[in-house]
């Protein structure tokens, strides 16, 4: 497994895409929630500030930073999905994932390899969206205490979690599809536009909430809009939070029939 | 005659791939039908046959690229496995690598994947093969005949005992011909096990000691170039007078057949019961001095295009 590793890190870290597109997530995750946090900020000089506060009390500080941060920064998860598209398809249209095999490593071994690079890109973008956070909720927090700082911090798991799940759809896109632009296009298609407005409708037109077991939407649901939309609906918040839990299992269990069926249809292909 | 056609007679042959009944098909095409033959270990194996004949097919099969459909083969006696396959070099249809990496790096991922060769093994083959110069180049800013000399450098990395290779002198100039042509005698001459599916007659011939002959899918023969090029002995004669030379063995009825082409006499025997030197005696004692004698070998283009055409 560590040999597996270490041949993928051959290939990725001298794949300047992927470092150009780590650099724009390195940028994107800061600049969404230090954009947010700038509108709040300008929201609560103004005369209004009184009513701000009780509307959306602090969703940048500590304990809420965690849930707050996590939840812009999951909107941009596309950008990464990007690499992991480009690292399959890469293989197919250099034909490598032929070579690999027949330089000797078995066809599981190609799958295991190309899981590894998904669990990477979901560590970075965890790591990333951490740091974020962190430097946020110091920096609003007029008083962090270890209570405070940490007792959200399960948000960290809970964005893991997403994004590991929503890069293996990414990744299935790719590996289905094996052209990279065509894989791109389907992908953003379904992720952006198809899934969200398909939920919509089931949900508000036809009072239907099959849409939640829909494959982006089981993830999503690990992290519900923040706090202060609670002010808005707060039954459906709460629900909202119950429901992590059971989603926690559905994206567990999306994620083992993501990767068997992967890894089945991998050995049955020809190459 | 590569010597290691001479090391395959001395000692009985160990098969360092047994194909048996090996079946596939794309959709209704038939593309490979029933093979079955054995490679002997330290043989040059060509597998040769038209565009579409399967060649690569069988390849890919071996190197668990493709599936087969029916069938089985044997590495070394066991079934394939990744295992066996980091002890083969192989290079199958095209240069297949990192586009955005250099040689060194491409020839990194193909070490760490199979485990053959090191670092100095890297500079080695880099250098066998004439790329050492642009080693720290992008592959994608590499020629073909680069692309193609890459790939056999990675096929040599770590000096496997097994190498199979498809079209390796494609895109090569006639001095990259040359010396990769060379290299597989070498590499013969020191034990190597070599599996060549090619369409250039001419080379096959002067580096293979087995064939295989594939048209359709089908095998149609194989066996030594040896006895695969030759099943009767053609003696070529000229005499002064090629008209009466002709006549004079028309006449004499010892030969399976006789012609006439380029003002040479074409005597056709059963193989193996030529006598030259009966012949010569015969002309000599009826008048005729021959000026030219000898045993002619079939060219395997020439049975390469019988069998094939048939």
Known sequence: MLQIAKTEWLKIKKYRAFWWVMGITALTYPGINYM??????????????????????????????????AYFSSLFIFI?????????????????????????????????????????????????????ALAIGLSNTSDPNAATTWQQVHYIGLFALQSFSQLSLAFLAGFLLRKSFIALAVFSFYFIIAEPVAVKILKYKYHN???????????????????????????????????IHYHVYYTLILLIITWAFCFWLNNRRDL | MPTGYLQCLKTPPVSVLTLQGISKSY??????????????EGSIFGVLGPN???????????????????????????PGSPAQRKKIGSLLETPNFY?????????????????????AAIDSVLQKVNLHERRNSRFSSYSLGMKQRLAIAAALLGNPSVLVLDEPTNGLDPVGIAEIRELMLELNKKGHTIIMASHLLDEVEKVCTHVAILKKGTLLTTGAVEDVLVDEDVVE???????????????????????????????????????????????????ITLNHIAIKRKRLEAKFFELTNN
Request: hydrophobic share 45%; charged share 20%; aromatic share 10%.
């Open chain 1, 36 to 69: 947010s946090l700038a509108i709040y900020k300008e929201a609560m000089t103004q005369k209004s500030k009184e009513l701000v506060k009780m509307l959306f009390g602090n969703p940048f500080s500590f304990p809420e930073t965690w849930h707050t941060t």
């Open chain 1, 80 to 132: 990464p999905a990007i690499v992991v598209i480009m690292l399959i398809t890469n293989e197919y249209t250099y034909k490598t994932n032929r070579q690999n095999i027949i330089d000797g490593w078995s066809r599981k071994d190609f799958m295991i390899a190309k899981l590894i690079d998904v669990i990477l890109l979901s560590a970075l973008v965890t790591l990333m969206y951490s740091v974020v």
């Open chain 1, 209 to 243: 909430e099959i849409g939640e077991f829909f494959p982006r939407e089981i993830s999503d649901r690990l992290l519900p809009a923040p706090a202060f939309f609670s002010k808005f609906n707060e039954a459906a918040y709460k629900t909202s939070l119950n429901d």
């Open chain 2, 27 to 40: 959709g209704k095409i038939r593309a490979l039908n029933n093979l079955s033959f054995d490679i002997p």
């Open chain 2, 52 to 78: 579409g004949s399967g060649k690569t097919t069988l390849l890919s099969i071996i190197l668990d690229v493709l599936k087969a459909d029916n069938g089985h083969f044997l590495w070394f006696g066991h």
């Open chain 2, 99 to 119: 586009h955005y990496l250099s040689a060194i790096n491409n020839l990194k991922i193909t070490h760490s994947i199979s485990g053959r060769g090191d670092a």
């Open chain 2, 237 to 287: 004669i000229s005499a002064a007078n090629p008209a009466a030379l002709l006549t004079l063995m028309q006449k004499w009825g010892a030969a399976q057949s006789v012609s006439l082409a380029d003002n040479r006499v074409l005597l056709v025997y059963p193989k193996g019961t030529a006598r030259p030197e009966d012949i010569n005696r015969y002309c000599f004692a009826q008048g």
